[in-house]
């Protein structure tokens, strides 16, 4: 039958009720119209697609449940958007969504969610081939939870393709449990407010999480593994950042760029070589340019990151219990970043534990506590767990090397030798910078992605 349509009571009690409106469930094969039967359905009616390819783009201007059984597929056909929503508290579940239009400009999308869509549940689908995966258009209180999200791979340009998820002026949106691959950045958020991405894991993209203008909100438990650069915040104030995970991500773990009053807690950001990991090989050097000053050409994607996090005018922030290990240098500090507390984080196997581009002393304690530092080689003689001499992680040959890098040469020379000692006996000589008055002997525990998906 090529189109069924069943009436289910939906409560008995109500049934007599005047004014009472019976759901409906319309089940639909691809031999009829898709929008025929959408255009057909009433609010809090039910449909459900049969297995088989369907043909987009459709518009859901009701308040429906538009459900997939296994097999079902919508497609695009490489035009608009396949899915428009314009209707609130519509849910979309259980569909493999496909082949968008590729226009920048009109934000062609498998799922785009109008202003007036909100409360939207977009659930456990498969987004596949489409320029944006879903686009949250101002759809305030809607959720995206449980889907696949793969975009655009191979041929062109990384930048002219679209994000996982993209989010505009929508507060009170949730992104949670979710899988990213391919595409230009994971989720990706502007000019919005009290939204929470959690949760969700990225591959293959350039930002896994990609933060502009959203303030009050939360980013917390998500997995970044091989991409360009883990979590970008910028233009932000107020938010959560709370155990996530950089794994091997290319450039940057975390990048801070006037993001203020956040909490940045328990998050891991590694290092070390690749294995068995789908890695964004496809970008060029000049990607992070346009978005970060002072950025430099992308090392090998298998060395892991250059900077484990970066701090560009970025001020009171709390940094605590992270762990920053194995990039090539643990945290680039410049640009007028203050009143930040940096205080319990653990900083392993790094080349160069800190860059701090100033003159000014910063002391990174708090309370009597600081940081865990690997190359710290102090005693803690009284057994308190902190060491019994301040911990400096740059000296005046860092200073030289920074502004002078054809200096390295003499790096192991007898002259720089006598400099660092004399630093050492001298304790005036040092130049201003990031001092840690109370460095901790033993580190904190070790983030870890299950205590992150707690």
Request: hydrophobic share 35%; charged share 20%.
């Amino acid at each position: 039958m090529p189109f069924l349509l069943r009436i289910i009571p939906a409560a008995f009690i109500a049934a007599g009720a005047p004014g009472f409106a019976v759901a409906a469930e319309l089940a639909a094969d691809p031999s009829r119209s898709l929008q025929a039967v959408l255009d057909g359905a009433q609010d809090g009616d039910v449909v459900k697609l049969e297995p088989g390819n369907y043909q987009g783009t459709i518009r859901v201007d009701r308040r429906i449940v538009l459900a997939g059984r296994p097999g079902a597929v919508l497609s695009g056909g490489g035009t608009g958007n396949v899915i428009t929503v314009s209707a609130p508290e519509v849910t979309i579940r259980g569909i493999t969504i496909r082949e968008s239009g590729r226009d920048l400009q009109a934000m062609n999308s498998g799922i785009f969610l109008e202003r007036t869509a909100q409360r939207a549940v977009i659930e456990n689908n498969r987004l596949e081939e489409n320029l944006f995966g879903i686009y949250v258009h101002g759809a305030a209180g809607s959720r995206v939870e449980r889907n696949v999200i793969e975009g655009l791979r191979g041929g062109g340009r990384r930048s002219e393709t679209g994000n996982g998820v993209s989010l505009w002026n929508a507060p009170d949106v949730i992104i949670a449990d979710n899988t990213f691959r391919f595409g230009r950045d994971g989720i990706f958020t502007i000019s919005s407010r009290k939204d929470r991405f959690i949760n969700n894991r990225f591959e293959g993209v350039r930002f896994a999480v990609h933060y502009m203008y959203t303030n009050d909100s939360e980013v917390s438990g998500n997995v970044s593994v091989g991409n360009t650069v883990g979590y970008a915040i910028m233009y932000s104030n107020r938010l959560v950042i709370r155990n996530n995970i950089s794994d091997r991500d290319r450039d940057y773990g975390i990048l801070f760029n006037y993001a203020n009053y956040a909490e940045i807690d328990g998050n891991r950001v590694a290092g070390g070589p690749l294995d068995n990991i789908a890695v964004n090989r496809e970008e060029g050097p000049d990607y992070v340019k346009e978005m970060v000053p002072e950025a430099r050409p992308a090392r090998d994607v298998r060395s892991g990151p250059e900077k484990c996090v970066f701090i560009y005018n970025t001020n009171h922030n709390k940094f605590r219990n992270n762990w920053f290990e194995h990039c090539g240098i643990g945290v680039h500090f410049t640009a007028g970043s203050e009143g930040n507390e940096i205080s319990g984080n653990a900083f392993v196997g790094n080349r160069n534990q800190v860059k701090y581009v100033g003159t000014r002393d910063l002391d990174w304690s708090k309370g009597g506590r600081g940081n865990y530092w690997s190359d710290n080689p102090a005693f803690d003689l009284n057994g308190d767990g902190l060491a019994d001499t301040a911990y400096r992680p740059n000296d005046l040959v860092d200073r030289v090397l920074w502004t002078a890098p054809a200096a390295k040469v003499l790096i192991n020379s007898p002259a720089v030798q006598v400099l660092r000692w004399a630093q050492a006996q001298f304790p005036a000589l040092y130049p201003g910078g990031v001092v840690d008055s109370h460095p901790l002997i033993a580190p904190p525990p070790k983030p870890s992605p299950e205590r992150s998906r707690r």
